[in-house]
């Protein structure tokens, strides 16, 4: 059940298929490990460090810096294929391509992004975002000194943080002389300060490692500030980052979704009862409504040439809510395929449902995103 067919010609059919199919091999791979780290709530390490030694991690920086330069819907497809094999390594790594894919963005529309793209490529350096739960307000505190910033914040979730080595993340700037303001910065996880406090423990998607990273009056140079803008408005680098981010995240959701319905057919097939028969139907409309929402927020980006106008980032977010809503009513409908069955651990699919519901958290909340699109739609600033 493939989420879609890849139409990118900067680079040849054969090296973005051969990326999908080794990420469907890999996920074969993952798959033993990841039932074990739900239930003990650990990181899924096997995984990253199997996606790091094959390249994985890479595969979004372009050939001249020294990557695979494989396509941004190809990123979508490698992450729906791992989704299969264990949601948490999906998901977690969709959070490293959402920010390559943004340095990505940066370097085509001519703003610098040529030094990190090559370490990533160069070093395997592994990339976490912090961007959900800070957004547009963020929180912490930076204090302006000689030659950068000091900064003290804790930053959760932070997915992935066990294996993380460049931590992405903005943190307020309050008494800037020009009015609060937030500086978005990188810092790496061996500089002085910084921790990990091993906080998570949730309902699904246990497997992340989202931990708590602490930051303790860590010094940031100036030279580590890719951005500073106003507090708590509205910037254009967030209609970026939706573009670019949204379609992969929400590619490892269709993957759960994908999974889940390969599990019911799978077992209706041993069944006649009508009953059965109509739920697999009731369940393929919802997964095709993943897989085609998907597409087209993938294909919207246009490999990363997408302008980062408000009307495109509304439509991301729609289409966000959309899919998040179908994928977990694709798992649902699997649950009442497999009937009793689909209760037990034994099958995966209870573990399907809890992780799916991560879809529900990433930006925008259903709620907040119609109040975005909505003020979209009728010419008003967008808030979120």
């Known amino acids: ?19 999908i199919a080794k990420a469907s091999d890999v996920a074969a791979k993952i ?63 969709s959070m490293h391509y959402h920010l390559v894919a943004t340095q990505v ?8 992004a040529e030094g990190i793209l090559r370490k990533v490529a160069a070093e395997k350096v592994v990339l976490i975002s912090t961007g959900a739960a800070d957004w547009v307000d963020s929180y912490g ?84 500030v890719s951005l500073i803008r106003a507090a708590g408005e509205w910037h254009p680098v967030w209609s970026a980052v939706l573009g670019s981010a949204m379609p992969l995240i929400m590619s490892a959701y ?9 599990l019911a057919v799978e077992r209706a097939r041993k069944s006649s009862s009508p009953t059965t028969i109509g739920s697999v139907g009731d369940m393929l409309n919802q997964l095709t409504t993943v897989q085609d929402t998907v597409t087209a927020m993938l294909r919207s980006s246009d490999n990363l040439n997408f302008a980062p106008t408000d009307a495109h980032a509304a439509r991301v977010l729609s289409r966000k809510t959309v899919a998040a809503n179908a994928a977990i009513s694709t798992v649902r409908a699997a649950l009442d395929v497999c009937g009793g069955a689909g209760f037990s651990t034994a099958t995966g699919l209870e573990r399907l449902y809890r992780d799916v519901h991560g879809a529900l958290y ?23």
């Open 141 to 224: 505190e930076a204090v302006k000194v000689d030659g950068g910033f000091r900064i003290s914040a804790r930053k959760s979730p932070s997915s992935g943080a066990p294996a993380g080595d460049i931590l992405v993340t903005s943190v307020p700037w309050n008494d800037s002389p020009e009015g609060p303001q937030v500086i978005h910065c990188a810092v790496p996880f061996n500089a002085n300060g910084v921790s990990i406090e091993e906080t998570w423990d949730t309902m699904g998607l246990r497997g992340t490692g989202s931990h708590t990273v602490v930051l303790d009056d860590v010094f940031v140079p100036d030279a580590a």
């Open 1 to 19: 059940m493939s989420i879609i067919e890849s139409q990118n010609p900067a680079t040849s059919p054969e090296t973005e298929a051969d990326w």
């Open 31 to 93: 798959k033993p490990f990841s039932a074990g780290h739900d239930q003990n709530n650990t990181f899924v390490h096997e995984a990253s460090e199997i996606l790091k030694a094959e390249g994985f991690t890479t595969v979004l920086v372009p050939t001249e810096f020294g990557g695979p330069g494989v396509s941004h819907e190809t990123a979508g497809r490698i992450l729906t294929e791992l989704a299969k094999g264990c949601p948490s390594t999906a998901v977690t790594l």
């Open 254 to 262: 269709a993957g759960i979704a994908e999974a889940a319905a390969d």
């Open 105 to 112: 963005w940066r370097h085509k529309h001519g703003q610098p």
């Open 362 to 384: 990433h930006p925008l909340p259903e709620p907040k995103q119609r109040e975005f699109t909505g003020r979209v739609a009728v010419g008003m600033a967008p808030v979120a």
